[in-house]
Every structure is written in C-alpha cells, then in structure tokens.
C-alpha cells in the first residue's frame, strides 16, 4: 500500500495510512528489541535501513499531500520523516574523507588537462573573467536547485555545458570536436563506473566474509 502511494505520489487512502502505522510500529518494536541503532544485527541492516526509507518517504509525501491532516499530526509527520531521512542519509566520516582525498589527488594530477578544456577547448576564444563568472553562478545556482529537490547532477556537467552557453551567447563559437568529446565521456561514465565500483564492492564483500 505505501509503495503504491510512493509511486502515484499520493497519500491519501485510509489504507495507505493504517500500512505506514504498522510499518512504523513494526521498526519501533524491532529497535526496541535490540536496544540502539548500533546493536542491529548486520544480517538485518540492510532491510532495516531500506523500511526505515519507505518510513521517510511517506511521512514526507503524507504531510504535503493529504488534505484531512490536522496541524498536529502534519508536524508529526513531518518529524519523522527528518528524524528517518536523518539516519538513512547518513554518511560515515570515513567516507567523506575518502571521497575529499580521491578528488583532490584526482584535481591535483589532472588539472592542467581540467582548466585547458573547459577554459579553452569549448569555445573558439579563450573564456573572459565575465563568462567564467557568469558560468559559475549559473552553476552553483543550478546545483544549489538540484540540491534542494533531490535531482541528481554532475557539476562537471552543469559547469562545462554552462561554458558553452556563454560562449554561444558571446558569439565565438563552439568547438564541437571537444563537445563530441566531453558527451561521449559522459556517455560512457555511467557504465564504466557502474561495473568497476560493483567489482570493488564485491571484493570488499569477500575480503570481509574472509576475514569473519
């Protein structure tokens, strides 16, 4: 009942709402068994965080699209859908670290071939102080927008394909050898990295059941 109204992104049966009360107090009862997020069972983590989602999600959706809520009872959705996404979003440390070294040892090999590209390779001219700042809060405005609704963006993207806007609009013209370039790149991201981090992860999965 809840993924059927997750996916009409609409909650408002009576049905939809008894389903959410029962999952809701099903994940209670199980957390209280266990005593603390820490102590859940790694066999079911998974299942766990994947309810604890849905939870998130349809209390969010409830809250902006059923008409017969009380103010009380929109508040408290709205509680538990920040207090749920809280945990289900959560990023280790560890994780953000790895991320931050792996980008900037990645910019700090490569950015020479990074600046050339999008500073002089789109366009036909070399970009101005005026269409690199013009590129760049375009882009931090869109990934700021992306941001706030969820969308998932590239900021290579975004930035590179605003570039080329302003160059269009000075008028000097697209390098369309390079645009061809950056596409296909783009193109074949998606499965490259989909199949080299599904190999990773799979090692890291067979190095862990080795080691306990």
Do not use: C
């Amino acid at each position: 009942a809840i993924g059927e109204a997750l996916r009409a992104k609409e909650f408002t049966p009576a049905e939809s709402d008894a389903a959410l009360a029962a999952l809701a107090g099903d994940i209670g009862a199980r957390l209280r068994d266990w005593g603390s997020m820490g102590a859940i069972p790694p066999e079911e983590t998974a299942q766990f965080r994947s309810d604890l989602y849905v939870i998130g999600e349809a209390a969010k959706l409830s809250s902006k699209t059923a008409t017969d809520l009380t103010a009380d009872q929109k508040a408290m959705l709205e509680q538990l859908a920040t207090t749920t996404q809280s945990a289900t979003r959560f990023i280790p440390d560890w994780v953000k670290f790895a991320v931050a070294l792996s980008l900037g040892l990645g910019t700090m090999v490569g950015w020479r071939r990074i600046v050339i590209t999008v500073g002089e390779r789109i366009g036909k001219a070399h970009m101005s102080y005026g269409q690199g700042a013009a590129a760049e809060t375009v882009a931090a405005v869109t990934i700021f927008s992306a941001q706030q609704f969820g969308m998932p963006v590239s900021t290579t993207h975004v930035l590179n394909s605003a570039v080329a806007g302003t160059m269009a609009a000075n008028g000097s013209g697209l390098q369309w050898k390079t645009i061809g370039t950056l596409a296909s790149a783009w193109l074949f991201t998606l499965p490259v990295v989909i199949t080299l981090s599904g190999v990773l992860y799979y090692i890291g999965l067979r190095i862990a059941g080795a080691l306990t």
